[in-house]
C-alpha cells in the first residue's frame, strides 16, 4: 500500500472509517432513544461510540493529530446525522428495539476491526498488537455507550461473541497482509469475516461460556427445603 507519512490514510481506510464512523453513530443513537435521552444526551452517546474506540487507538499508538480532530468536519456529520435519525424516527414513529440496534453495530465492529488493525500495521506494529489495537478500535466505543447509558457493556456480558469476532477479523488482516495480498483485499476481508461472525452470532445466538459459581452447602439445603413439597 502506498502511503505518504506514517500516519496517512489511504482512500480505502478513509472510506472504511467514514463508514464504520456512520454505523456506530447510529447504534448509539438508537441507544440513546431506547433510554430516552434528549437530543444533547443522544449526541454525546452517538459521538462516544463513533468516536471512542479510534481515540483509545489513537492515544495508544501516540498518533497526532487525534482522527476526529484530523478530519473535523466529522464532527459535523455526526450532529447532522444524529438531527435527522431522531427527525426521522419520530416522524415514522418507530421505536427503537436492541435488536435494531444490533445490526449497524454489527457493521461498525467489522469495519473499524479492519481500519484500526491496517492502522496499526502501517504503525510497524506487530501482528499480535495490530489485532489487539483493531479490536480495541471496534470494540471501546460500544463499551463506553453501554457505561453512559448505565448498562453493563454489552461486549462483555450478553454471552454472545463480539469481541471475539473482532479477533478473528483482525487476524484475517494480518495473514492477509503477510501473503502480500492488495490493500483492498485485507481490509474487506477482514470487515466481513468479523461482521459476518457477529450477525450469525446474532442470528444463530451462539453462546460463550458463561462464569457460574456452585451452590454452597448451605444454599443447596434452602433450596433443598423450597422444594420439598409440604406436609
Not at 444490533?102 to 481500519?115: C, I, K, N, S
Not at 450469525?200 to 453462546?207: G, K, M, P, S
Not at 451452590?215 to 443447596?220: I, K, L, N
Amino acid at each position: 500500500m502506498q502511503i505518504t507519512t506514517p500516519w496517512a490514510l489511504s482512500q480505502a481506510q478513509t472510506a472504511i472509517e467514514v463508514v464504520a464512523t456512520v454505523a456506530f453513530a447510529l447504534s448509539g443513537v438508537i441507544e440513546g432513544a431506547r433510554k430516552r435521552l434528549d437530543a444533547v444526551g443522544i449526541c454525546v452517546v452517538a459521538g462516544l461510540s463513533a468516536f471512542g474506540g479510534g481515540t483509545l487507538r489513537d492515544i495508544l499508538l501516540d498518533r497526532r493529530p487525534l482522527f476526529w480532530v484530523q478530519h473535523a468536519n466529522w464532527i459535523w456529520a455526526l450532529l447532522a446525522l444524529c438531527a435527522l435519525a431522531m427527525l426521522f424516527m419520530r416522524a415514522r414513529h418507530l421505536e427503537p428495539t436492541e435488536r435494531a440496534m444490533q445490526w449497524p453495530d454489527a457493521l461498525g465492529l467489522g469495519l473499524f476491526t479492519a481500519g484500526g488493525t491496517q492502522i496499526a500495521l502501517d504503525a510497524a506494529m506487530p501482528g499480535v498488537i495490530a489485532v489487539m489495537l483493531g479490536m480495541v478500535t471496534a470494540v471501546f466505543g460500544g463499551v463506553l455507550r453501554d457505561i453512559v447509558c448505565n448498562e453493563i457493556p454489552r461486549a462483555f456480558s450478553d454471552h454472545r461473541p463480539y469481541a471475539v469476532c473482532s479477533f478473528a477479523g483482525g487476524w484475517v488482516m494480518v495473514g492477509l497482509s503477510q501473503v502480500a495480498a492488495p490493500a483492498w483485499v485485507a481490509l474487506l476481508g477482514a470487515a466481513l469475516t468479523a461482521t459476518a461472525l457477529r450477525a450469525l452470532a446474532v442470528l444463530l445466538d451462539w453462546r460463550l461460556p458463561a462464569w457460574q459459581v456452585a451452590p454452597t452447602d448451605s444454599g443447596r439445603r434452602a433450596k433443598s427445603g423450597r422444594e420439598r413439597p409440604d406436609r
